[in-house]
Every structure is written in C-alpha cells, then in structure tokens.
C-alpha cells in the first residue's frame, strides 16, 4: 500500500491531448488529471475518444501533441511497457483473464515468480509465495473468492472482474485505469465492483474509470470528466451533478444551457 507522505499529489493525466487516424481527428484537446487517491469517471457519447485517450495513458498509442504525467512528472510513452514501468495498469473490458487457468495463475500471469535452480539454471515457480501474495492483494480489497486455486471460469462475472481488478493494482504502483468494469455485470455484482474502486483508491491509487453507467459511476467518482468529440467539455466534481446535466453535455448541450 502507498505511504502518503509519498504518494505524487497527481497519479497520471493527459493535456491538451490530440490523435489523430488517417481522417479522423479522435482527440484535439482532451485533458484529464487523475490525483492520487481519487476516482475519476470519464464519460462521452460513443465515438467520443474516451478509448483512444485511455491508450495514450497506457502508451498503446502515441500522442499527437500535448503532455503525459504520471507520479508529478512528465513522461513520454512508447509502449504499454513504458507504462507498466511507472506504476500505471489497466483493466482492460474483456477483463484479458486466461479462463482455465486458476485465480493465482491469471494473477501472476506474464509476472511468475521464480526460484534460482541449481547451477544458475532457470528456477521453478515458486507458489507457495505466489499464492501468498495473491492472497495478500485480495484480501487487502476485501475480496472473497471460494479459492485460489479455482479455474476463473468458475467463478461468476463479478467475482470474475475483482480478480482483474485485484490483479492490476498488485502490479501497480500509481493509478489503474478502467475500461466499463460493470458493462457486462447485474445489479449486486455491479455494486461490488463499484465497492471494489473506492477501496483502490483509498489504497492510495489514482483511478480512472471509463463508464456507460451514468448513476453508479456519479456515485463512486470524486471527479468527472466529459469528452465531447474529442475535446473536454467538461471537468467538474461528481458531487453537484446529475444524469441529466451529464448527458446533454455527453450530446454537446452545455450544463445550464436550454436545450
Ligand atoms: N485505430 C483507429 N483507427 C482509426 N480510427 C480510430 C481508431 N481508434 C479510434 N478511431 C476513431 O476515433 C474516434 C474516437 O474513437 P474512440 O474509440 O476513442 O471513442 P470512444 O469514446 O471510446 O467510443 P465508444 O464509447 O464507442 O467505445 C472514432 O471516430 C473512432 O472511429
């Protein structure tokens, strides 16, 4: 868990960001920050560029023009690697979890630890740490799975996603990002997962949560920002907001305009 006295007052945000494809000009000036500790939606019409911002924080793409930060500190992005590096994670909306694989196994997935083996040679995994450690993440969010040991596609949707959420804070040490974590969730598992974004927040994280589910992601976000063709039509504190002025503003009517 982060030490406050230590935690950068910003986890990660994009200025003034621009990407264009070919044509289409996704982003032309779309600013987000993300301060440590804090969740903030981002919300936007389909088409609105909210994927293609998430990419360029995760340096699956690069910018166009504008500043990354992460931990107070500009940064330039060339890979998903260069992000890894710096603390950043994502949970990516097909949740990328190895369905037969066990809980421990998808958690380490890609990061399993090893043991020196004789001579220098390649080691063994070591489990039994493995294990621990897996146990240590969830139990640190709260989360209760029948086992570890259990094949994620045992597991329910929701249970499903806390592992994928469990598994990207372990391996972050700044701000994990979100792509719609209840799209494919009910009502109750939905909820938990919302329990589940706070907790990585007040872990001391930054989180960013892309989501088509206006009323619960107005519940959970400190902040929220919305993305309108590509540009920041707004950036305000969840708490004084409603649906409604969410969405004329997500179709392009300002907040107070008469529609
Ligand atoms: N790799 C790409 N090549 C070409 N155009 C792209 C690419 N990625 C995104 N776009 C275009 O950029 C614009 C923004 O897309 P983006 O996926 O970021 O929007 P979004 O807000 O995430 O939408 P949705 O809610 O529908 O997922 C769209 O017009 C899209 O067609």
Same mark, same amino acid.
């Given at each position: 868990?982060?030490?406050?006295?230590?935690?950068?007052?910003?986890?990660?945000?994009?200025?003034?960001?621009?990407?264009?494809?070919?044509?289409?000009?996704?982003?032309?000036?779309?600013?987000?920050? $993300?301060?440590?500790?804090?969740?903030?939606?981002?919300?936007?019409?389909?088409?609105?560029?909210?994927?293609?911002?998430?990419?360029?924080?995760?340096?699956?793409?690069?910018?166009?023009?504008?500043?990354?930060?992460?931990?107070?500190?500009? $940064?330039?992005?060339?890979?998903?690697?260069?992000?890894?590096?710096?603390? $950043?994670?994502?949970?990516?909306?097909?949740? %990328?979890?190895?369905?037969?694989?066990?809980?421990?196994?998808?958690?380490?997935?890609?990061?399993?630890?090893?043991?020196?083996?004789?001579?220098?040679?390649?080691?063994?995994?070591?489990?039994?740490?493995?294990?621990?450690?897996?146990?240590?993440?969830?139990?640190?969010?709260?989360?209760?799975?029948?086992?570890?040991?259990?094949?994620?596609?045992?597991?329910?949707?929701?249970?499903?996603?806390?592992?994928?959420?469990?598994? %990207?804070?372990?391996?972050?040490?700044?701000?994990?990002?979100?792509?719609?974590?209840?799209?494919?969730?009910?009502?109750?598992?939905?909820?938990?997962?919302?329990?589940?974004?706070?907790?990585?927040?007040?872990?001391?994280?930054?989180?960013?949560?892309?989501?088509?589910?206006?009323?619960? %992601?107005?519940? $959970?976000?400190?902040?929220?920002?919305?993305?309108?063709?590509?540009?920041?039509?707004?950036?305000?504190?969840?708490?004084?907001?409603?649906?409604?002025?969410?969405?004329?503003?997500?179709?392009?009517?300002?907040?107070?305009?008469?529609?």
């Amino acid at each position: 868990m982060s030490n406050e006295a230590t935690r950068p007052e910003i986890a990660i945000a994009g200025r003034h960001l621009a990407k264009r494809f070919g044509h289409v000009q996704a982003l032309s000036d779309a600013s987000i920050t $993300v301060p440590s500790g804090k969740v903030v939606a981002l919300f936007g019409d389909n088409g609105a560029g909210k994927s293609t911002f998430l990419k360029l924080l995760l340096g699956i793409y690069q910018k166009d023009a504008g500043e990354l930060i992460i931990g107070d500190e500009q $940064v330039e992005l060339h890979s998903v690697r260069d992000a890894q590096q710096l603390g $950043v994670d994502c949970v990516y909306q097909d949740l %990328a979890l190895a369905p037969d694989l066990s809980v421990v196994d998808n958690m380490f997935l890609g990061h399993e630890l090893t043991r020196p083996g004789a001579l220098g040679w390649a080691g063994f995994v070591d489990r039994k740490e493995m294990e621990e450690r897996a146990d240590a993440a969830l139990r640190n969010l709260s989360i209760k799975l029948p086992s570890l040991r259990v094949a994620v596609q045992d597991l329910s949707g929701g249970q499903r996603q806390a592992v994928a959420v469990a598994r %990207a804070v372990m391996w972050s040490r700044t701000a994990v990002l979100m792509d719609e974590p209840t799209a494919a969730l009910g009502a109750r598992q939905s909820e938990i997962v919302c329990d589940l974004m706070r907790s990585v927040a007040e872990s001391g994280l930054g989180v960013l949560v892309v989501s088509h589910d206006l009323p619960r %992601a107005l519940k $959970v976000a400190d902040t929220v920002n919305i993305l309108w063709r590509g540009k920041t039509a707004l950036e305000a504190p969840a708490a004084g907001l409603t649906v409604p002025e969410v969405v004329s503003t997500m179709v392009g009517y300002q907040v107070g305009e008469a529609a």
